[in-house]
């Protein structure tokens, strides 16, 4: 089985090591002092304190991998758009492209029967790039549960779980995503196949759209969050407002509000992956998280005012910091 990492940083590191360890054919796209450690000495994951070592081939080049079977993409959101021409190189007709990236993906509509079928969101897929240049026939969605670092060029610290899930758009246990989630689970991740993959997707956005931005502004733990009165009274207002947003479009929400925000509080002292993006002077996944989210309720025609006021605040945040330019 070919399959292409397309950004193999903390999360496609560890999955790149995993996967060439369990027999794949792996390639890893990356750049920067990453690419030439992991060219030189492979690519290392220290999982428990033990350290994992796999030598997958790795380019800059998407041309010299060419077709694979699978693409799993683990940039984040933002930075898809500016390179989905440069991943031509790697697709085949049959080539599926698995979406790891946080928030509302690019295909949410598509083979979604209702009102909003084919509809392009503006937000996380500006001009459509990523529609024409992949295809969103070629998508599977995941939702990635799993917390990685890179503590050097070239070694990847795995934090915690082991768990990506995956689902087709129209819901199908097809043959592709049972024979991605087989290698994945030969290569020891847990990947369950949903034949519901958007109900996974936005229980896990209820809390990105919340806390992260959220967190930005008050530069607080999840812990923290969860437990001062005031803030938790607007982190649940926005899950609120995203929940008739989510149902009207047609998600199933499996827990409530409060079982949510008590899940986020038991991770503890947590800092949010877009309050490390802060700290590390990263651009900041907002529009795909949050923004996204808004672009739906104008969609649907319902009142986002609590999100509305933290994406205005968290932009102008992360403006100030030069981490954000929409």
């Known amino acids: 089985m070919r399959i292409c990492i397309f950004g193999a940083g903390a999360i496609g590191g560890y999955l790149a090591v995993k996967l060439a360890n369990a027999g794949a054919d792996v390639t890893c796209i990356a750049r920067g002092p990453h690419l030439a450690a992991m060219r030189e000495r492979g690519l290392r994951l220290i999982v428990d304190g033990k350290e994992q070592l796999a030598h997958p081939r790795c380019t800059d080049d998407p041309a010299e991998a060419g077709e694979q079977d699978y693409v799993i993409v683990t940039l984040k959101a933002h930075?898809?758009?500016?390179?989905?021409?440069?991943?031509?190189?790697?697709?085949?007709?049959?080539?599926?492209?698995?979406?790891?990236?946080?928030?509302?993906?690019?295909?949410?509509?598509?083979?979604?029967?209702?009102?909003?079928?084919?509809?392009?969101?503006?937000?996380?897929?500006?001009?459509?790039?990523?529609?024409?240049?992949?295809?969103?026939?070629?998508?599977?969605?995941?939702?990635?549960?799993?917390?990685?670092?890179?503590?050097?060029?070239?070694?990847?610290?795995?934090?915690?779980?082991?768990?990506?899930?995956?689902g087709e758009p129209d819901g199908s246990k097809s043959d592709r995503v049972r024979a991605l989630s087989k290698m994945l689970i030969t290569a020891g991740i847990k990947a369950p196949v949903k034949t519901a993959i958007r109900d996974e997707i936005w229980v896990k956005l209820w809390g990105n759209l919340s806390f992260n931005p959220v967190s930005v502004l008050t530069l607080a733990t999840l812990k923290a969050l969860a437990e001062d009165v005031e803030v938790r009274t607007v982190i649940r207002a926005m899950m609120v407002e995203a929940q008739a947003i989510g149902?009207?479009?047609?998600?199933?929400?499996?827990?409530?509000?409060?079982?949510?925000?008590?899940?986020?509080?038991?991770?503890?002292?947590?800092?949010?992956?877009?309050?490390?993006?802060?700290?590390?002077?990263?651009?900041?996944?907002?529009?795909?998280?949050?923004?996204?989210?808004?672009?739906?309720?104008?969609?649907?025609?319902?009142?986002?005012?609590?999100?509305d006021i933290v994406l205005g605040l968290v932009k102008l945040r992360a403006r100030t910091a030069g981490l954000y330019d929409g």
Not at 250 to 256: E, K, S, Y
Not at 281 to 286: H, L, S, T
């Open 247 to 307: 149902e009207a479009i047609g998600v199933r929400f499996f827990i409530d509000v409060d079982a949510r925000i008590e899940g986020a509080r038991e991770v503890g002292e947590h800092r949010t992956s877009m309050l490390q993006d802060l700290d590390l002077g990263r651009p900041m996944e907002i529009d795909a998280m949050v923004s996204s989210v808004q672009e739906l309720g104008r969609l649907t025609g319902l009142p986002t005012p609590t999100i």
């Open 79 to 166: 930075s898809v758009p500016a390179v989905a021409d440069k991943m031509r190189p790697l697709l085949s007709a049959d080539t599926a492209v698995v979406t790891g990236q946080n928030g509302i993906p690019w295909w949410y509509f598509y083979k979604q029967n209702g009102p909003f079928e084919d509809k392009r969101l503006e937000t996380v897929d500006p001009g459509g790039k990523q529609w024409d240049a992949l295809g969103p026939q070629r998508a599977i969605g995941s939702v990635v549960y799993i917390a990685a670092e890179v503590v050097e060029p070239g070694v990847i610290r795995h934090e915690y779980g082991t768990r990506l899930t995956l």
